[in-house]
């Protein structure tokens, strides 16, 4: 029996299998695209691109939310036009897309959880006469509380830490009260939106929208054996990445940056 200090859990040993796979199949093409689906390898792009494509896109969607939120009627005249977080959230949507942090499932499940968490311990601390002077206690409780949730669930998005404790200790977003859950849901879809369309004109975003593991199967079982078709793109499925004259085949469960992207590229090249 392993020791305390070895116990595990992985929530996506029992999700993963419940999830279904990319229906890519059954989408048209430039919906999947969009969507960050590809059917080649990518082209490699310089670096200032790559920046000024990051410029516009948290431009944008930043703006947007503003715009957005500054109309909403439940939102207090004092209250503020945008989340503070969400600054945080758009330099990993619009920047580093290729990491685990910034895709969907990590950007909305995270955000939610954290409004949930930062709120209920807003107002449980405001039951007392001195959430005045406790209330760094409940942003230190949420923001712990959320890290750990994100945890357990795979869903870390370091930008919800900053959502929870804000909802504590800043007293502005402690009067939107519940109504901050749908904000920060709707923070999220106006800047996911902007990202999905930004993004894939010069790269691939999201890798994935549920994990880079294969899903709609138990992880301990074997992925099966290709019984015919394309060597190459059984191959590249699997576990090996191939480079041809002509083609560059990647795994679906590897992600490669901007800068792997152009060094493999770059050996295709010479080839």
């Known amino acids: 029996m392993p020791s305390p200090l070895q116990w595990n859990f992985d929530i996506d040993r029992y999700l993963n299998p419940l999830i279904p796979k990319p229906p890519w199949k059954h989408v048209p093409y430039p919906i999947a695209f969009l969507l960050g689906h590809r059917k080649g390898s990518l082209r490699p792009y310089g670096n200032l691109l790559l920046i000024l494509s990051a ?7 930043i703006v947007l939310i503003e715009v957005v939120t ?16 969400s600054g945080a959230a758009a330099v990993l949507e619009f920047y580093a897309i290729e990491s685990p942090l910034s895709q969907p499932r990590n950007f909305f499940i995270s955000q939610i959880i954290a409004s949930v968490i930062g709120i209920s311990f807003g107002k449980l601390f405001q039951l007392s006469p001195d959430f005045e002077s406790i209330r760094w206690l409940g942003g230190a409780l949420a923001c712990a509380s959320t890290t750990a949730l994100m945890a357990l669930t795979n869903t870390v998005h370091p930008p919800a830490g900053a959502t929870a404790l804000i909802a504590v200790v800043d007293l502005a977003v402690v009067d939107m009260g519940w109504f901050l859950i749908p904000v920060v849901i709707l923070d999220c879809a106006i800047m996911m939106t902007v990202a999905l369309i930004l993004n894939n004109v010069c790269r691939r ?6 994990t880079a593991e294969d899903l709609g199967r138990p992880r301990d079982e074997p992925s099966p054996r290709p019984s015919s ?10 576990a090996e990445l191939i480079i041809t004259r002509d083609v560059v085949l990647v795994p679906d469960h590897v992600r490669l940056s901007s800068e ?3 060094l493999v590229e770059g050996l295709r090249s010479r080839l």
């Open 55 to 61: 410029f516009i896109g948290v431009f944008t969607s």
């Open 70 to 85: 500054h109309h909403l009627p439940a939102v207090p005249n004092h209250g503020p036009v945008i989340i503070a977080s």
């Open 205 to 210: 975003f999201p890798l994935y929208w549920w």
């Open 229 to 238: 078709g394309d060597e190459e793109k059984a191959a590249a499925q699997h």
């Open 260 to 262: 792997e992207q152009s």
